[in-house]
Structures are given as C-alpha cells and as structure tokens.
C-alpha cells in the first residue's frame, strides 16, 4: 500500500511541476489520460531512480563531495529528462524541454514529493 501512496506522492509532484515549470507539459486529450499518463510517468521516474541513481552516486561520488551536494541537483535534472526520454519512446504524452526546465522541475518534484510524504504515517 505504501508504494501506490509514493507513485501517488509523485505524481502529484509532477503534475504540481507541469503547472509551474514552462518546459514540462502533460499533453492528454482528456483529464483521464493525463492522469494515467502522470502515473506512469511517476512509475518509470521511479525505476530510473531506483536503477540509475545509485549508479550515478558511486560514480560522481567526488562531485558531490566537492559540490557539498549541489551536484544531486544536476543529476536528478538529468534522470527526469531521461524519464522524459523514456516516456516519449513508449508514446506518454509527458515531455521536459531541455536542461533547465528539468532542473527546475527536479527542485519541485522533490520538495512537493517531500511535503507530501510528510503527510504519509511514518515506519
């Protein structure tokens, strides 16, 4: 149960993203379909999370010492345009248009995703 409340949590977060961010849009016919559409994309920016990130961490280990961490927000712009990726290659209509409306993007996911978890009954 936890996990549909977090794929929930995230996409909410993106459509919270897709209002505020010029660059990341949600392109459905209908609410329904972008709503499915949001939720499929809050599945695959899990998995990309889930795959990809720790990989990216142990690599650029350095980066986020000497950046004192700011390097993560690099990264997580480049895993939600790589989830865009992702989403445009199975025909979501779910687009992020370059580098900085992702890493706009990236900053509101994980703040809205962390103020909605709060909301969540802890461990």
């Known amino acids: 149960m936890k996990i549909i409340a977090k794929i929930l949590i995230v996409a909410a977060s993106l ?8 660059g990341i849009a949600v392109s459905g016919d209908t609410t329904t379909k972008d709503v499915v559409t949001l939720i499929a994309v ?12 720790p990989f990216v961490k142990t690599v650029g280990c350095a980066f986020y010492v000497l950046t004192l961490g ?9 895993l939600l345009l790589l989830t865009s990726w992702i989403a445009e290659q199975v025909d979501l209509p779910f687009h992020v248009d370059g580098f900085w409306a992702a890493f ?3 900053i509101i996911i994980g703040v809205v995703s962390w ?6 009954p802890g461990d």
Do not use: E, P, Q
């Not at 459509?15 to 010029?22: G, K, N, P, S």
């Not at 700011?70 to 480049?78: E, K």
């Open 115 to 120: 103020l909605l978890d709060l909301l969540l």
């Open 104 to 106: 706009w993007g990236a």
């Open 42 to 53: 809050a599945l695959i920016f899990g998995l990309v999370n889930a795959v990809i990130k």
């Open 70 to 78: 700011l390097f993560a927000l690099v990264v997580n712009a480049g």
């Open 15 to 22: 459509w919270v993203a897709t209002r505020l961010v010029d």
